[in-house]
């Protein structure tokens, strides 16, 4: 667990109002649940607070530890690609294992704990929102803006994501689809 995990999870019990026993917490499910959302939020903010963690000399970042696991053979972009696939991964993990506690017998004798799992999440998507926005990460002019897919470019001063060529539907929204980064600076 990290304190990041822990943290979010008191806050979800208290803004979904749901108190998790102990029963609840101990359950194999709902632990496979809580790291694999905490894999994805950390994950997450390791693709997006590179450029700054890199530029401060901090290399305690999946990107890092990827590009150094494969001995410097990868290039940046394909770091990139590599960890963006262990984050679609991991959310296929999250999103099978949240169908499955869904249908278990906990859930089961403890209806509420449907909302907790409803909701739990947005705590994911909320927590990347907030990492497309932050000027810690992106630069004070700018964050990322209201692109949320696209082709990722790190330049000194800030980070841009630009929507890919094409990829807007007929309400100018862009599809989803899997999100391609390309890196320059």
């Known amino acids: 667990k990290t304190f990041l995990s822990t943290h979010m999870q008191v806050i979800a019990q208290y803004c979904f109002g749901v108190e998790l026993d102990e029963e609840t917490l101990q359950n194999k499910l709902f632990e496979k649940?809580?790291?694999a959302k905490a894999d994805l939020m950390a994950w997450m903010n390791d693709v997006l607070s590179f450029k700054r963690e890199y530029l401060d000399g901090d290399l305690q970042n999946l990107l890092a530890i990827v590009y150094f696991d494969h001995d410097g053979k990868l290039d940046f972009q394909q770091?990139?690609?590599?960890?963006?696939?262990?984050?679609?991964?991991?959310?296929?993990d999250f999103i099978r294992i949240l169908h499955e506690i869904s249908l278990s017998d906990l859930v089961a004798r403890k209806p509420d704990l449907r909302v907790y799992l409803h909701n739990l999440p947005y705590i994911i998507s909320g927590h990347l929102e907030w990492l497309y926005q932050s000027a810690r990460y992106h630069g004070i002019d700018d964050s990322i803006g209201k692109v949320r897919q696209g082709i990722l470019q790190m330049v000194p001063d800030k980070t841009v994501l630009l929507p890919r060529p094409g990829s807007l539907n007929a309400r100018g929204h862009t599809e989803l689809q899997p999100m391609a980064f390309d890196a320059e600076g």
Do not use: F
């Open 33 to 35: 649940l809580h790291a």
């Open 79 to 92: 770091v990139v690609y590599k960890v963006c696939e262990m984050i679609q991964d991991r959310e296929r």
